[in-house]
């Protein structure tokens, strides 16, 4: 629990970070596409499901956030076609904001898909931090495949070691 909106959190992990702000609402797009922004953030917005799924499909973003309740639809089936859509292993943080917020909603968007449920109006300081945590962990889950996936086999872990240090080690 943060007290008096004081968050512990390092606000550069924000750079390069790809968002995607979908919500009917022109005012809350703006903002949020002004606030990310001046964190480094690159922000593309859409008004609608269907817009939000294009953008979605030719850009990729790190983290979609998205209203809930839109004329004639719902980002219900906006989380479940991008949850299909994403690429094999590909993280693809999911954020609900909606101005409508009910228990049975928010337990319903987790099921659905969503990964987090912000209501609004939104707490701008949790919001930005509750992102740049998210990317620093995106970011580490990264590093840490990266390691990983790059670690020589045993073998060649131990002649490398040999090489290094002229050393022979025995079978």
């Given at each position: 629990?943060?007290?008096?909106?004081?968050?512990?959190?390092?606000?550069?992990?924000?750079?390069?970070?790809r968002v995607l702000?979908?919500?009917?609402?022109?005012?809350?797009?703006?903002?949020?596409?002004?606030?990310?922004?001046?964190?480094?953030?690159?922000?593309?917005?859409?008004?609608?499901?269907?817009?939000?799924?294009?953008?979605?499909?030719?850009?990729?973003?790190?983290?979609?956030?998205?209203?809930?309740?839109?004329?004639?639809?719902?980002?219900?089936?906006?989380?479940?076609?991008?949850?299909?859509?994403?690429?094999?292993?590909?993280l693809v943080i999911?954020?609900?904001?909606t101005g409508y917020?009910?228990?049975?909603?928010?337990?319903?968007?987790?099921?659905?898909?969503?990964?987090?449920?912000?209501?609004?109006?939104?707490?701008?300081?949790?919001?930005?931090?509750?992102?740049?945590?998210?990317?620093?962990?995106?970011?580490?889950?990264?590093?840490?495949?990266?390691?990983?996936?790059?670690?020589?086999?045993?073998?060649?872990?131990?002649?490398?070691?040999?090489?290094?240090?002229?050393?022979?080690?025995?079978?």
């Amino acid at each position: 629990m943060y007290l008096r909106n004081e968050f512990s959190t390092n606000l550069f992990s924000l750079q390069g970070l790809r968002v995607l702000v979908v919500d009917n609402n022109e005012d809350c797009r703006v903002m949020l596409s002004v606030l990310l922004r001046s964190y480094g953030v690159e922000v593309q917005t859409a008004s609608s499901v269907k817009l939000g799924l294009e953008i979605f499909g030719q850009w990729q973003p790190d983290i979609l956030v998205s209203d809930i309740a839109f004329p004639g639809e719902d980002s219900y089936a906006l989380i479940q076609q991008v949850r299909t859509k994403a690429e094999r292993g590909e993280l693809v943080i999911a954020i609900a904001v909606t101005g409508y917020d009910t228990q049975n909603m928010g337990q319903r968007g987790l099921c659905q898909g969503f990964d987090l449920w912000f209501s609004k109006p939104l707490d701008l300081d949790e919001f930005v931090a509750v992102l740049a945590s998210f990317a620093t962990c995106q970011r580490s889950s990264y590093a840490i495949a990266e390691r990983i996936l790059s670690v020589p086999t045993h073998s060649e872990a131990i002649a490398s070691l040999e090489k290094q240090f002229n050393l022979t080690f025995p079978n």
